[in-house]
């Protein structure tokens, strides 16, 4: 049982920030307006997630830390997080609603107890809880119509299975910790063993396929975004994050993420920018 005092903070910071991420969060591309309160969203979530993913913590003692977290969100307690505090002002600056965030401390308790899922549509359920709110936040930020939710919601669950592809053998080595559906593995004759070899086996890049196949089509319908959001910096950041994403599944379609990270460069990042704004 944690012998944590009552007044000291829950949170224990891994030292990565925005500029660790494959993805802009609340770049240049935004108005400088929403840039503040995307960040205190990010900083929220990067410690939530930091607690999820400790290595040290004991299950329990991650739950009872979020529970502080989400306790400070929602203004039943003032101390105990620093990150929570400070979201909780910016969302009363903001008039955004708090629930965006209580449904990432969903997914991040289910990743202090929960170490795999049997099918794709179990996936599909914690992608709902650890990626779509980011999206839904950004846009009810923005002040954008509920529309946009849908192809946000493709967006954001096509980059969060792209990176549970890209660090599938990290998070087994580190947390043994697997996303990948056990159902695909079997069908495909593999197991999460097959993750701990110096190179993805046959079975292993057949499961990779298959939800980059699935990744097409989430990319698909995420392509409406950028062309129904209203705030045309919004539709910009969308438009370089989806083309960002299409560069993402057709580079870990032609490489084995389990030999070596598969990942996105500044080139990338350049030329999803000037195709966007080529676009719009």
Same mark, same amino acid.
């Given at each position: ?134 999206? *839904?936040?950004? $846009?009810? %930020?923005?002040?954008? &119509? +509920?529309?946009?939710? /849908?192809?946000? @919601?493709? !967006? ?20 043994? *910790?697997?996303? $990948?559906? %056990?159902?695909?593995? &079997? +069908?495909?004759?593999? /197991?999460?063993? @097959?993750? !701990? ?84």
């Amino acid at each position: 049982m944690s012998t944590m005092t009552q007044t000291e903070d829950v949170e224990t910071w891994s030292g990565k920030d925005r500029g660790d991420e494959n993805f802009p969060v609340g770049s240049w591309l935004i108005e400088r307006r929403f840039r503040k309160p995307m960040h205190c969203f990010y900083a929220f979530a990067r410690n939530a997630d930091d607690i999820a993913d400790s290595p040290v913590l004991s299950p329990e003692d991650k739950i009872r830390r979020l529970d502080i977290m989400e306790e400070v969100l929602l203004g039943h307690r003032d101390v105990g997080s620093r990150s929570a505090l400070a979201l909780r002002h910016s969302l009363a600056e903001t008039r955004v609603r708090a629930i965006h965030a209580q449904e990432l401390l969903v997914a991040f308790r289910r990743d202090a107890t929960q170490l795999r899922y049997e099918s794709i549509d179990d996936l599909y359920d914690y992608c709902r809880y650890s990626a779509v709110p980011v999206g *839904r936040y950004v $846009l009810d %930020l923005h002040g954008e &119509r +509920h529309e946009c939710y /849908s192809p946000s @919601d493709a !967006l954001c669950m096509s980059l969060q299975i792209l990176n549970h592809i890209q660090d599938s053998a990290k998070d087994l080595k580190a947390l043994n *910790r697997c996303y $990948l559906p %056990l159902a695909l593995m &079997r +069908h495909f004759n593999c /197991s999460v063993e @097959d993750l !701990l070899r110096p190179a993805e086996s046959r079975g292993i890049r057949r499961v990779f396929d298959t939800l980059l196949d699935r990744i097409n089509r989430l990319n698909l319908a995420a392509s409406e975004l950028p062309e129904i959001a209203v705030n045309m910096r919004l539709r910009l950041e969308c438009a370089v994050i989806l083309g960002l994403a299409l560069r993402l599944t057709a580079r870990l379609s032609q490489h084995d993420p389990i030999a070596k990270r598969v990942k996105l460069t500044r080139t990338d990042a350049l030329m999803s920018v000037m195709l966007s704004v080529f676009k719009l």
